[in-house]
């Protein structure tokens, strides 16, 4: 039974920062992405990691701002967020795609982020 479990949201000024977790378990997976929506609004990519490599893919609104990192021995993503604006504002989630396949098959149930001015 695959598990994706997703924690650190939560609430910070403008201009704060925020790193949240993701740690995978249940199969084996090529890849671990971070998406977000925000109310009203369609789902996002954030980001993605290559698990066996470690390279790195950022949406064109986080770039520079944003930072995913892994740690290999606990199946855990993690997404750094710095100089947050209220446009980040939503629910993020991350997914994992299974090696072989062309997209995300599972997800997370999401953590909450706010950014307040």
């Known amino acids: 039974q695959v598990q994706l479990v997703e924690s650190g949201g939560g609430l910070v000024q403008a201009g704060g920062s925020l790193r949240l977790s993701c740690a995978a378990s249940?199969?084996?997976?090529?890849?671990m992405g971070w998406f977000r929506q925000a109310p009203g609004k369609e789902r996002e990519f954030v980001g993605s990691i290559r698990w066996s490599g470690g390279n790195t893919y950022y949406g064109g609104s986080v770039k520079g701002r944003f930072t995913i990192s892994r740690d290999n021995a606990k199946n855990t993503m993690y997404l750094q967020m710095n100089s947050l604006k209220p446009e980040d504002t939503a629910i993020y989630y991350c997914a994992i795609r299974i090696p072989g396949a062309d997209r995300y098959d599972y997800w997370g149930q999401g953590t909450q982020v706010t950014v307040s001015s």
């Open positions: 249940g199969r084996a997976f090529s890849m």
